[in-house]
């Protein structure tokens, strides 16, 4: 099948606060072999990290009052949606798309579309902190979880939520699905877009013969505290603000989501990854684990009364 070359695409990045990861994400856009138009950028910064040079295919709008990625993300799908583009790839700041991702996801969503209503397509993601794949994630019932027996899926697979970074919206179908919820602030926030696209009967994709290097979360070699091996051990390590946005909007986001048969069960789901994440931060969490500790509480009792925006 020849390659559509007449798409047009443009690319948008969430920033905050790292603008050496920034450029790194620029500059692998830039070296796409499919050619970008522009690149949308939102500076989440409290100082502005990055400014509009020479390169007017650059855009950049600066919010130091941060405004969360579902902000940034409403922005974005506005802009591409009245300059006529007909997808917008998203990023965050810390992801490494290979030279041909976009070529193959194109080439993709033109041999599927005869069989399915695209509304995202993805790259296959490699989390660079444990060199494992990150796959799509389904909705079972009252809980959200990653997909099962996506390996043996030849070279794609659909799924009902794939993370932001990587995915290339097809603009068409987002005229026709509500924006992100403009309360999340950070974290959910793909997923719950992803199910406002599978609520209007689009396919969610992912490309399994194209992988994208994403760094999901900051990892450190921390110690147990109550293991008498003096090992240290490779884990995510938070702060306060994203455990308790984390907690508030996968429990806001699985209670409302959930089978009203099972929505005790979502209940009880939730506590137990309150109680799991707690235990988790009084082993390995270096500092701030009280508050740590209640920003998990807090978050998940907020999320179950639907106390949403910026409130950390």
């Not at 917008?88 to 399915?116: G, I, M, N």
Request: glycine share 4%; aromatic share 14%; hydrophobic share 40%.
């Amino acid at each position: 099948m020849v390659l559509n070359l007449n798409f047009k695409v443009a690319a948008y990045i969430t920033a905050y606060q790292d603008i050496e990861a920034l450029k790194n994400t620029i500059t692998a856009i830039q070296k796409q072999s499919y050619t970008i138009l522009e690149i949308f950028i939102i500076d989440n910064s409290e100082k502005q990290i990055i400014f509009e040079n020479k390169d007017k295919n650059i855009l950049v709008e600066f919010h130091p009052e941060n405004i969360g990625v579902d902000g940034g993300l409403n922005i974005a799908i506005k802009c591409a949606i009245e300059k006529k583009y007909d997808f917008l790839w998203l990023f965050d700041q810390d992801s490494q798309p290979a030279a041909d991702s976009l070529k193959v996801l194109l080439a993709k969503y033109q041999e599927l579309s005869t069989k399915y209503n695209i509304g995202i397509i993805s790259p296959q993601i490699l989390d660079i902190n444990t060199l494992q794949e990150f796959p799509g994630y389904v909705f079972q019932d009252y809980k959200f979880v990653p997909k099962t027996g996506y390996a043996q899926a030849k070279d794609y697979y659909t799924c009902d939520g794939v993370i932001t970074s990587g995915s290339l919206v097809n603009l068409s179908a987002a005229k026709c699905v509500e924006l992100p919820e403009g309360n999340l602030f950070l974290d959910a926030v793909d997923y719950a877009y992803c199910m406002n696209f599978k609520s209007q009967g689009y396919e969610i994709i992912v490309v399994k013969n194209i992988i994208m290097q994403h760094r999901l979360g900051n990892y450190s070699q921390v110690k147990d505290r109550f293991s008498k091996i003096d090992n240290e051990i490779l884990t995510f390590i938070c702060s306060p603000s994203r455990y308790y946005y984390a907690c508030r909007n996968h429990t806001y986001f699985e209670t409302r989501h959930s089978n009203k048969r099972m929505l005790h069960f979502c209940i009880v789901y939730r506590l137990k990854c309150l109680i799991d994440m707690i235990v988790r931060i009084i082993r390995y969490e270096p500092d701030l684990v009280l508050l740590k500790v209640w920003a998990c509480t807090f978050g998940t009792f907020d999320g179950f009364r639907g106390r949403l925006g910026k409130t950390w």
